[in-house]
């Protein structure tokens, strides 16, 4: 019994943990972006902070009609919500939040979790492939090229603390970031460049502005997620933020020092959450900021700026490494 | 798109940077919505909102005589006025204005010779029903005694307006308005 | 361009059929009910039909059954974001066709409020420009309210001084309705100064920005030879070359007596026109300040006020009387026959010649410049459609 316990329960909760928390996310960035533009966010309902805000949406869109468009494929359009949110979740099994506290600390973890967070494309392109409809199935497909072009900079650019590291393992790349210095991000130039080409690779493959040109097509055309609506719809959003929030994790444990900070070390997951928290904060300060990139200027930098940049940066790591005498194997 | 490069990547850092910094900065400005209902705009002096009728504050009779110049002024024809004929001086038997469909334009209170129809300085009389905003003698006058007037009433809007003609004397009842 | 019997070819993804796509008119990029309908071939555009009309109310009707005392009020329902200029031009025609004198102070007043309607007008400009191209959940939001929240404040201003917020009602023939309040000039030079002080942040926020720089410059040209053939005016003329301001040219209600820069460009691009605003903000301002410290003292109109229906009759004749307002030339040209109504009355509307060139420059460019180009031309469909 309490082994059943001990198998089920840290899933349950942290599947929970992380709902609970990308719910009130989307109240954080509203309330975030609405200081940025001198206003004040949700307010009524739950005052005075809108605290019921997540709450009532999530609400009103559970009491939403389910709508499937008749001529759409409805096997896929039902499960393309499903493929797009399992992935952004199962993110969450190989990070740690602490030391010890990881469903599964693997010596591959960040192979793992790149990987895991790429399925995403496939439950977005059924998205828009299910919906029968040409203008989401048009935006579906630019989000996929968009995404894939800049997955390759992702991999290269976290790919540099793993090499400074020498593991592939995420807690002990957290380890080799002690002391306050010691994070990636202050590391000499290597450390400041690699975090701001991974800030910025992560916003284009996460499709936020100002890289969300496919979203914005629902302006002007129709965006992949057009045919939603209802419950459906709200598990696609969930699943954008809990991805983003993933990314975000990942940045901290790569580039911030992880749960490391002041104080006790039971504090580490709250330093952990603290500093994504950070990170999410800065993705939302430059989506509501910046004005967007036209989708083909969009490719080109992925492909001629980013992807030599990233390459670059993962020489220069290496070399580093190499000249002062290997870190690890 | 312009050339790679470490210039240009210089360039574009500190441009966002700067962007950023705007909006940093304006994170700490205090926002600026007004929680109404619950809380008011200062509405000015002039404010144009709602009609209403007044009476004469030392006699208590109605102001108006019923001589029809708002109605005829009206662009959109919104006032129907019948005038009733009595002894010392006329009144209006029926004055109806349908304010759902008022510009505010403030014209019928240019004209009015009594300064019977004014503009209140509140606008919220918001309604489910549109037979609610068809305001008619009774339902003018009272809102005249619920909401605080504007500062237009006709006669001082055509003393602001009198060009200087005769002497200086209108001119300074003008010049005084307008202080 | 246009005509019935038009077929509609599917989008194939050989890439060299025409898809005709509509946009409009109802869409998210908030100019206006305006309809295009493209042809695109993959991601450009190959032709451009634009139909208006959606926003026509009759007003050249109604200026021939509302008398000269009426129709100021409604005329800024035309232009309704430039609203002062618009009723100005009005009052200009009427006074040019009955010899009408205004007195100093009423053409300073009016040159005050047509400057503050300048600003605010291009605050709108700016703020939906950004929001078009940047998205309306995103750094375009941003900007538009913050672009909005200086409005308000002029917005503000002109409720202080004629108790309305957009249809002001602030001219009649003769001179101006309102005299400016107690303490509304220290106001006044309050917020011209502060938004003088946010433009410089709206430049940090758009300027030296490379996204912007690449959405904007080169984009949406217009030519020289275009500008002058197709009959623009306001910011696009003057982002093509020509340093043509009516208030110049032709100056009106005193505006000989500022001093004041005419921004020119030669580029003629989406920047160009940006550029041109922006300092037209600055030279708004500097108008503005001016006309507060000469205010001169005296009344505000030359005529009564506003008795009874039939107070102004103008002698027969016609006139055309135009303005330079925040888009462009708006022009008014009435025909009287000696009653106190027009006989016909004519709006020019200056955003009605500026979008003719939309069907001239978009070709070429992708769907995403197009909202881009239309921002910049800076239509108010109010005055397109009347």
Request: charged letters at 20%; a neutral charge.
């Amino acid at each position: 019994m309490t082994d059943l316990l001990w198998t089920v329960g840290p899933p349950f909760l942290l599947l929970n943990g992380v709902l609970i928390l990308v719910t009130y996310l989307t109240l954080l960035e509203r309330k975030f972006a609405a200081r940025l533009q001198s206003r004040v966010g949700p307010y009524e309902v739950g005052r005075p902070h809108g605290w019921l805000q997540p709450i009532a949406d999530a609400v009103k869109l559970l009491l939403k009609e389910d709508i499937v468009p008749t001529a759409a494929d409805r096997l896929v359009y039902n499960l393309a919500p499903i493929v797009f949110l399992v992935p952004a979740f199962l993110m969450y099994a190989a990070i740690p939040f602490a030391r010890g506290w990881a469903l599964a600390d693997l010596d591959i973890g960040l192979v793992f979790v790149l990987a895991v967070s790429s399925l995403e494309v496939v439950g977005l392109f059924m998205c828009g492939w299910g919906s029968n409809n040409k203008y989401a199935l048009l935006s579906a497909m630019r989000a996929v090229n968009q995404i894939i072009s800049y997955e390759v900079p992702f991999i290269l650019v976290a790919l540099v603390p793993v090499v400074l590291t020498g593991s592939l393992r995420l807690s002990t790349i957290v380890d080799a970031q002690q002391g306050l210095l010691g994070w990636f991000v202050f590391y000499p130039v290597l450390g400041q460049l690699a975090f701001v080409a991974f800030v910025v690779v992560a916003l284009a493959s996460e499709n936020r502005i100002p890289f969300d040109i496919v979203e914005a097509e629902s302006e002007l055309v129709a965006g992949f997620r057009v045919e939603y609506s209802g419950m459906k719809f709200a598990l696609i959003q969930l699943a954008e933020f809990v991805h983003l929030f993933g990314v975000a994790c990942l940045g901290t444990l790569l580039f911030l020092g992880g749960w490391l900070g002041p104080g006790p070390a039971a504090l580490g997951p709250v330093w952990f959450v603290l500093k994504a928290l950070l990170l999410f904060l800065l993705v939302i300060w430059i989506r509501w900021s910046f004005i967007r990139i036209r989708v083909d200027q969009i490719l080109a930098l992925s492909w001629k700026v980013f992807l030599p940049a990233s390459v670059a940066l993962l020489l220069a790591a290496a070399a580093v490494v190499a000249a002062s005498g290997g870190a690890g194997a | 798109m312009p050339k790679p490069g470490v210039g240009t990547a210089f360039r574009m850092a500190r441009a966002a940077s700067a962007a950023l910094a705007v909006t940093f900065r304006n994170l700490f400005r205090t926002p600026v919505t007004v929680h109404y209902p619950r809380v008011t705009r200062p509405y000015p002096d002039r404010f144009r909102g709602v009609l209403a009728l007044t009476y004469d504050p030392e006699t208590g009779e109605e102001n108006c005589i019923g001589c029809r110049l708002c109605e005829f002024i009206c662009p959109p024809q919104v006032i129907k006025v019948e005038m009733l004929k009595a002894e010392k001086r006329n009144y209006a038997k029926l004055f109806t204005l349908e304010l759902y469909a008022c510009e505010f334009c403030e014209l019928c209170v240019q004209v009015c010779p009594t300064d019977a129809i004014i503009m209140l300085r509140t606008f919220d009389l918001a309604a489910t029903d549109r037979r609610d905003l068809f305001l008619d003698k009774d339902r003018l006058h009272a809102l005249g005694r619920q909401f605080p007037p504007s500062w237009a009433t006709g006669t001082g809007l055509r003393a602001m307006q009198a060009p200087p003609a005769r002497g200086g004397a209108k001119g300074e009842a003008a010049k005084d308005a307008a202080e | 361009m246009s005509g019935p019997g038009r077929t509609v070819v599917e989008y194939g993804y050989g890439g060299n059929e025409r898809l005709v796509m509509n946009m409009g008119p109802q869409h998210p990029s908030a100019h206006g009910v305006f309809r295009m309908i493209l042809t695109l071939e993959g991601e450009t555009i190959v032709d451009v039909d634009p139909v208006i009309g959606y926003l026509h109310r009759c007003h050249e009707k109604l200026g021939e059954t509302l008398t000269y005392v009426q129709y100021p009020s409604i005329a800024s329902k035309t232009d309704y974001v430039s609203a002062m200029t618009a009723e100005l031009c009005y009052v200009r025609a009427a006074e040019q066709l009955g010899q009408i004198e205004v007195p100093k102070r009423a053409q300073y007043l009016r040159v005050m409020a047509a400057e503050l309607q300048r600003v605010a007008s291009h605050c709108l400009w700016l703020g939906t420009w950004c929001m078009d191209m940047g998205g309306a959940l995103g750094g375009g939001a941003t900007m538009f309210l913050y672009c909005f929240r200086e409005r308000e404040m002029i917005l503000d201003l002109f409720e202080a001084l004629t108790g309305a917020r957009l249809l002001y009602g602030f001219h009649q023939v003769g001179g101006t309705r309102y005299d400016i309040p107690a303490g509304w000039a220290d106001k006044a030079r309050e917020t011209v100064t502060h938004i003088e002080g946010r433009l410089a942040e709206y430049e940090a926020l758009l300027e030296g920005n490379t996204i912007f720089l690449v959405r904007t410059q080169g984009v949406g040209v217009i030519s020289r030879e275009l500008a002058q053939e197709v009959g623009v005016s306001g910011p696009l003329l003057r982002g093509s070359g020509f340093a043509h301001d009516l208030r110049r040219v032709e100056p009106y209600s005193s505006y000989e007596e500022f001093a004041f820069d005419v921004p020119v460009e030669t580029a003629g691009d989406c920047y160009a026109r940006y550029r041109v605003r922006m300092q037209e903000f600055r030279q708004a301002i500097r108008i503005v300040r001016q006309a507060l410290d000469g205010l001169p003292a005296g009344p505000i109109s030359s005529r009564p006020g506003v008795k009874s229906i039939g107070q102004v009759k103008l002698p027969k004749g016609e006139a055309y009387a135009r303005v330079e307002s925040a888009r462009g030339e708006v022009g008014i040209y009435l025909v009287s026959d000696g009653s106190t109504k027009p006989y016909r009355m004519k709006w020019r509307g200056a955003s009605f010649s500026n979008l003719a060139v939309a069907g001239h420059i978009l070709p070429g460019h992708k769907i995403a410049d197009a909202v881009a180009i239309l921002g910049s031309i800076d239509p108010v469909f109010g005055e397109v459609d009347r």
